[in-house]
């Protein structure tokens, strides 16, 4: 049991899946500082084919990487067979991403059943359930598979605390032993977080997640966050579907580089995207501004009212890549974005 990782340790997922979990096991860990990946993902996919790495993996964003920036030239001599669970969570996993890995790497020895799509969080110490196979549903969410022996998962209506059924949308709720019993120092929030209970069952508490998501005969399908979810005109729109049409709807936007969320307005609230451009690509501004609206709009219905593109690499991110869709929204509203237009957000 090896294990290579370049997630920070304040990271849940570096922290319990990197170190905790092979230390527990009895096994090995490899540890690379996450600007070596970020500067030249290649390394490590090198330092898996090393040390001949059993497990490894990261948010989806990670996987995207790979896919665009390292040329065919450079993978030639990647042995990556040792890999048996490459692990995709900590973000939403993609199922367009999972297809692209497995085609580009699978020529260089990597299991075809290797892609291991997951969801957890840091109040349940890290995993609540992971795939053995990659399925998707017919809106193209990614199965996260289903939770361990003696954990629960249940889809709840967040404002009646009542269950729902099977394929109904809801607030995901966890019980089993390795739910946290709450935050340090904290009880008003652990109690409203880690001891709230269903109106029919009295007996268990649960952690409330904020996700969002639905059951399929016991296999967890998240849908997104609950903070993050935009109701616009009545109808919901998840930020994350938003973004992924605007990074494909034009060649000089960059993988996983946008964020998407409601700003408030005197009528009402409106929809947003912050893009990145790619640097070869700032020529292109209107063209890309364009795309997006189109792509949005034909592919959700949903009416951009602001399209804003900014320099690649500018984004507001955390330590582990994944995009602060909330700090962006912030900067926007402070004007702090650096907008390709020249004009102050």
Same mark, same amino acid.
């Given at each position: 049991?090896?294990?290579v990782?370049?997630?920070?340790l304040?990271?849940?997922?570096?922290?319990?899946?990197?170190v =905790?979990? /092979?230390l527990?096991? &009895?096994?090995?860990c490899?540890l690379?500082a996450?600007e070596?990946?970020?500067?030249? /993902?290649?390394?490590?996919? *090198?330092?898996?084919?090393?040390y001949?790495?059993?497990?490894?993996?990261?948010?989806?964003?990670?996987y995207?990487?790979?896919v665009e920036r390292?040329p065919e030239?450079k993978?030639? &001599?990647l042995? =990556?067979?040792?890999?048996?669970?490459?692990?995709?969570?900590?973000?939403?996993?993609?199922a +367009?991403?999972?297809?692209?890995?497995?085609?580009?790497?699978?020529p260089?020895?990597?299991?075809p059943?290797?892609?291991t799509?997951?969801?957890?969080?840091?109040?349940a110490?890290?995993l609540v359930?992971?795939a *053995?196979?990659? *399925?998707v549903d017919p +809106?193209?969410?990614?199965?996260?598979g289903?939770? @361990?022996? &003696? !954990?629960?998962?249940v889809?709840?209506?967040p404002? %009646?605390?009542?269950?729902?059924?099977n394929g109904?949308?809801?607030?995901?709720?966890?019980h089993?032993?390795?739910?946290?019993?709450?935050y340090?120092?904290?009880?008003?929030?652990?109690a409203h !977080?880690?001891?709230?209970?269903?109106d029919e069952?009295d007996a268990?508490?649960?952690?409330r997640?904020?996700d969002?998501?639905?059951?399929d005969?016991?296999?967890?399908?998240?849908?997104g966050r =609950?903070? $993050?979810?935009?109701?616009?005109?009545?109808?919901?729109y998840? @930020?994350q579907?938003v973004?992924a049409?605007? %990074?494909?709807a034009?060649p000089g936007? %960059?993988?996983?580089?946008a964020a998407a969320? +409601?700003? $408030?307005?005197?009528? &009402?609230?409106?929809?947003?995207v912050v893009?990145?451009?790619?640097?070869r690509? %700032?020529?292109d501004?209107?063209?890309a501004?364009d795309a997006v609206?189109?792509?949005?709009?034909?592919g959700?219905?949903?009416s951009l009212? *602001?399209?804003?593109?900014i320099?690649?690499?500018?984004?507001?991110?955390?330590?582990s890549g994944?995009v602060r869709?909330?700090?962006?929204?912030?900067?926007l509203?402070r004007?702090? =974005?650096?907008?390709?237009d020249?004009?102050?957000?």
């Open positions: 049991f090896r294990v990782g370049w997630l920070p304040h990271h849940d997922m570096g922290l319990i899946g990197n =905790l979990h /092979p527990y096991q &009895g096994g090995e490899t690379m996450p070596t990946f970020l500067m030249r /993902p290649l390394r490590w996919l *090198e330092a898996i084919d090393r001949r790495a059993t497990t490894s993996g990261a948010p989806n964003f990670a995207e990487l790979c390292i030239a993978r030639a &001599g042995d =990556l067979s040792s890999w048996k669970v490459a692990f995709n969570g900590a973000e939403p996993v993609r +367009a991403t999972l297809a692209r890995f497995a085609a580009v790497f699978e260089h020895g990597l299991p059943r290797a892609m799509p997951c969801y957890g969080l840091a109040e110490t890290l359930c992971a *053995e196979a990659v *399925e +809106a193209g969410r990614v199965c996260c289903r939770p @361990p022996a &003696g !954990t629960t998962v889809v709840v209506d404002e %009646t605390r009542r269950a729902r059924p109904e949308e809801g607030e995901l709720w966890v089993g032993p390795a739910v946290a019993s709450g340090h120092r904290a009880p008003d929030a652990s !977080t880690f001891r709230a209970r269903l069952d268990r508490v649960f952690l997640t904020g969002l998501g639905y059951l005969r016991g296999r967890v399908y998240v849908t =609950l903070k $993050d979810l935009m109701i616009l005109g009545g109808q919901n998840y @930020p579907d973004e049409l605007t %990074t494909q034009h936007l %960059t993988s996983g580089g969320f +409601a700003v $408030d307005d005197p009528a &009402g609230e409106r929809a947003v893009a990145e451009l790619h640097r690509n %700032t020529e501004a209107a063209a501004r609206i189109s792509a949005v709009l034909e959700l219905g949903l009212s *602001e399209v804003v593109l320099r690649q690499g500018t984004l507001p991110r955390t330590t994944k869709r909330g700090a962006c929204r912030e900067a509203l004007g702090d =974005l650096a907008r390709l020249g004009m102050t957000s």
